[in-house]
């Protein structure tokens, strides 16, 4: 069992009551790169995929890893609401922007390919931003301002979602948990890396709390009477989609504890992944259509890069970042705290942590047994099954 290390913005790592399994690094990434391409995606594509995906495991982001290898990608593809094969249109460009169409392809490729466009134009140009429509769900949006920091270019990036979120003042789902994200290169072993939703909890979260039976977190959702929604995770799931209750901003609901603040930044966010690509918002992003049957979700993602050649050097930029996070990290600590963390920190801690593999809960290791089968992937067989 990994140690159970406690993660920034309710993440986690191996839970002491999770029973896993772990599964070196090699063997999974082997067998998720099959399987995305006995699902259709081209292997170069698949490995991609697989990249992203892992990369979540590898920084203990276990609701976007093989949490969600199935139920996100593969079942979506088999529902037809999910093309494996990624056509990436570039609709419009200029030197240092670009307008993509995704064609509801792979949201990993179509994120890989556009950070790495954006890169591109700010090397050379010194800023550059892509901004994509009809995508799908994209994995980590760290992973994304990671490339950009390991460029040298402080990188940025956001997605709109499935609107579970409600506005300051409203009880119903209108946007998503709305993600954004940022990177800023650093001399440490580490760059600062800034992952979280502009909600206060996210769906990943509760569904890990549904698996433990446990409630959802105070303050993690409003009712549809005002109130502050409570009772058990799974229940709020399923409260969530009758429209009977929604995600808070940061912040919580109202504007005592700066409820606003959050409803701002989740705006901005879905300003950036629909205004300038004329993308679909809100209640557009269900991913159910009319009478209730399944439709491809059409996201929207941004993605800036900006060169820090282009300014005083990467060198300069990154002693200076570098300078600034150990002196937060030196702040007076409160009574009993052992150390002050800064973003991506606790990640890059993890990945020590798990270099021996990746830990699988019972429930997923089911789905991969299945997928395995279900492909013929026979040359495969995992720890748990001695």
């Avoid at 093989?66 to 593809?77: A, E, G, T, V, W």
């Avoid at 946007?175 to 760059?191: I, R």
């Avoid at 809100?282 to 993605?303: D, I, M, Y």
Wanted: include cysteine; charged fraction near 25%; glycine fraction near 12%.
């Amino acid at each position: 069992m990994l140690p159970n290390i406690k993660m920034k913005n309710g993440r986690y790592q191996a839970m002491a009551n999770v029973k896993t399994t772990v599964v070196d690094w090699k063997t999974i990434t082997n067998f998720v790169t099959d399987a995305f391409v006995g699902y259709g995606i081209p292997r170069e594509d698949a490995e991609i995929c697989a990249d992203v995906l892992l990369e979540s495991d590898k920084r203990g982001i276990e609701s976007h890893g093989c949490n969600r290898f199935k139920p996100i990608y593969l079942d979506r593809i088999e529902a037809g609401i999910q093309n494996p094969v990624t056509n990436f249109e570039i609709i419009k460009e200029t030197e240092t922007t670009a307008v993509v169409d995704g064609h509801d392809g792979m949201g990993q490729v179509i994120g890989y390919k556009s950070m790495k466009m954006a890169i591109e134009k700010a090397k050379k140009y010194g800023m550059g931003m892509v901004v994509v429509r009809n995508s799908c769900h994209y994995g980590i949006a760290g992973y994304y301002t990671s490339m950009a920091a390991k460029a040298g270019c402080i990188g940025l990036t956001g997605t709109n979602a499935r609107p579970t979120v409600a506005p300051t003042f409203g009880v119903e789902g209108m946007f998503g948990t709305n993600p954004l994200t940022l990177g800023v290169p650093t001399d440490e072993a580490f760059d600062f890396n800034l992952d979280c939703a502009t909600s206060t909890y996210q769906n990943g979260k509760l569904e890990y709390y549904e698996r433990l039976g446990k409630n959802a977190p105070a303050g993690a959702l409003v009712a549809a009477d005002g109130n502050a929604y409570v009772g058990l995770a799974g229940d709020a799931l399923k409260a969530m989609g009758r429209g009977e209750a929604a995600l808070c901003t940061l912040g919580g609901p109202g504007e005592e504890q700066g409820g606003y603040k959050g409803y701002g930044y989740a705006m901005f966010v879905e300003f950036l992944s629909a205004v300038l690509q004329d993308g679909s918002y809100g209640k557009a992003l269900s991913g159910k259509g009319k009478n209730g049957e399944k439709v491809p979700f059409h996201l929207g993602h941004f993605f800036i890069a900006i060169d820090t050649d282009h300014f005083l050097g990467e060198d300069v930029c990154r002693k200076k970042a570098g300078d600034i996070i150990r002196e937060v990290r030196s702040a007076k600590r409160a009574p009993g705290a052992e150390r002050i963390y800064t973003a991506g920190e606790k990640e890059h801690e993890v990945r020590l942590a798990r270099e021996a593999g990746v830990p699988i809960n019972e429930s997923v290791q089911a789905e991969i047994c299945a997928v395995r089968d279900k492909l013929g992937l026979t040359q495969y067989k995992f720890p748990w099954e001695n």
